[in-house]
């Protein structure tokens, strides 16, 4: 019998308990104890921890958010917290450990494994899509068909009141909800991190749908988007987080005033924020997260350490923890498909 620790760290996203769900139900049909640890890896420095049993994941699987709580503590940051998280591992007899988390979480799973030599397997989350490794991580999904749902009742107000409606949606570094959203809500324009944009000419884009005769318009616009007048990306204050990443939010209140200015329509803004990634998971983020769990554990029991569990095609395979490391960005021809209906 074997005691294998999991934990959730970074933002929350929809479908981390059913990762959760899986790697108990699992690890415990397997004869293996299963230990919990509460706030990622927060919790691995303080020594907050709980046994997790089948009572434990019951009813769990639609539910938003993790049962363990998350974080976004870098251990590595200062060297006792490192050494609090190597005595808290001897301490619960840790065998191995799940890290279920994006860039940042599963950075420091490298860094355990690689530099420490700590067991550790991990299992990609992010609802930006954007974790290399992958061909699609859980929550990316449920946030597309949340923003979608949003777009759909805009266009009511937009086109009841003809105006423009700029949605800022979550995107840091990559426009995979912008596009797959706003192609899915039949936006009429797309501004991502990947591309910057020219106001003028998306001003142009909303004149010529206009003299077309339809007097509204809907412009989906991801927070990392930046406009090629100013090469500066819009922050809140300039607050960064633990991982130095600064906090985005703006570029949509920006954009409508710029839209307003230019063209004289009425514009609103909706900056749909963490609402995004809140919630039940769809079927699609239940299913895949459930085999990213189930592969976590085969991972453990071959003893593959410093692997995750990835989804390429249809198949969950390993591969190693670092490639998710480097960033996803959109790929151009879902943008291009996307375009042709620009306007």
């Not at 434990?56 to 251990?75: D, H």
Request: proline content about 3%; hydrophobic content about 40%.
């Amino acid at each position: 019998m074997e005691k294998i620790g999991i934990l959730t760290g970074g933002g929350d996203c929809p479908g981390l308990n059913a990762v959760i769900r899986a790697v108990v139900r699992r690890s415990l049909a397997l004869g293996n104890d299963v230990l919990g640890i509460k706030n990622g890896w927060a919790g691995l420095v303080q020594g907050f921890v709980e046994p997790l049993t089948y009572f434990s994941v019951s009813g769990i699987l639609p539910r938003g958010g993790t049962i363990l709580g998350t974080s976004r503590t870098n251990p590595f940051k200062q060297v006792e917290q490192v050494q609090k998280l190597k005595s808290n591992w001897q301490k619960f007899g840790l065998n191995s450990l799940v890290a279920v988390g994006g860039e940042d979480t599963l950075g420091v799973a490298h860094k355990l494994f690689k530099q420490e030599g700590y067991p550790i397997v991990g299992v990609p989350k992010t609802i930006d899509n954007d974790l290399a490794g992958t061909d699609y991580t859980f929550g990316f999904d449920t946030a597309v068909q949340i923003v979608t749902e949003a777009i759909d009742r805009l266009h009511t107000t937009a086109e009841s009141h003809k105006r423009v409606m700029v949605v800022e949606v979550m995107g840091r570094h990559a426009g995979w909800i912008a596009t797959h959203s706003g192609m899915a809500g039949g936006a009429d324009c797309i501004l991502v991190p990947e591309k910057k944009f020219n106001v003028d000419d998306v001003c142009a884009l909303i004149r010529k749908r206009i003299d077309r005769g339809r007097e509204f318009a809907i412009v989906v616009v991801a927070e990392g988007a930046t406009p090629d007048e100013t090469h500066q990306v819009l922050t809140k204050g300039g607050h960064v987080d633990e991982f130095g990443h600064a906090q985005l939010g703006g570029i949509g209140d920006w954009l409508g005033k710029q839209i307003e200015h230019k063209t004289g329509i009425e514009t609103r803004v909706t900056v749909l924020g963490h609402v995004q990634r809140g919630g039940t998971p769809t079927a699609y983020d239940r299913v895949l997260a459930t085999r990213f769990g189930i592969k976590a554990v085969e991972l453990i029991r071959e003893k593959q350490f410093g692997y995750m569990a990835s989804l390429r095609g249809t198949e969950i395979v390993a591969v190693p923890i670092e490639e998710a490391l480097n960033q996803k960005l959109l790929d151009p021809k879902v943008f291009d498909d996307a375009s042709v209906f620009f306007g």
